[in-house]
């Protein structure tokens, strides 16, 4: 019997605020992506740890007005914290820290990773790859290299949970593009 429930995309924060802020290097992958949630594709999962890092948006207003409308959107799945999230967070940030794993490091390095993002999991991005991976999530989309490295290198092979930039293989033609992001941005209040 195939699985009847949606897809479920988990954003880490800089995926929200490169919408937020109409950020160009970001915006067209991820408005596609948004398309496929409005058609149904998958559903979008936004950790509620993640929401307290997006305090100001570029231009210096608060942030909190424009992330509940993006939240309100019917496809976002508000994801909570809980124990088991609080623990798989823990156990996360206990495994991958230079600390015990000596290599952890020049592998970081050697795959791209800056210097100082390196050495440990931080206690954010801990707790939003342990609600990922706790709900059950298909994808991580997150910018952050030190994810996309620990997915890569560990977490995809030992879980399948797919932890990458949003690599949309469905981005519109230009001008269909054009229109697109403009009623996205009003959607969400961007303009």
Do not use: H
């Amino acid at each position: 019997m195939p699985n009847s429930k949606p897809t479920l995309d988990v954003w880490d924060s800089c995926c929200i605020i490169g919408i937020l802020n109409a950020e160009q290097d970001k915006l067209p992958a991820l408005l596609s992506q948004t398309r496929f949630f409005e058609s149904g594709g998958a559903m979008l999962g936004i950790p509620i740890a993640a929401l307290p890092e997006i305090v100001t948006l570029s231009d210096g207003t608060p942030a909190e007005e424009k992330i509940r409308a993006f939240m309100d959107n019917p496809y976002v799945v508000p994801l909570q914290s809980n124990l088991d999230v609080s623990f798989k967070s823990a156990n996360l940030r206990y495994r991958f820290d230079s600390t015990r794993m000596p290599e952890l490091k020049a592998k970081a390095i050697a795959a791209g990773v800056p210097p100082d993002r390196a050495n440990k999991l931080t206690v954010k991005d801990s707790e939003i790859l342990a609600t990922a991976m706790v709900y059950k999530a298909d994808r991580l989309t997150t910018y952050d290299p030190f994810l996309v490295f620990l997915g890569k290198e560990y977490l995809t092979p030992e879980t399948g949970l797919i932890i990458t930039p949003p690599d949309s293989p469905f981005l519109p033609f230009p001008e269909e593009n054009d229109r697109f992001l403009l009623k996205t941005k009003r959607k969400i209040n961007l303009v």
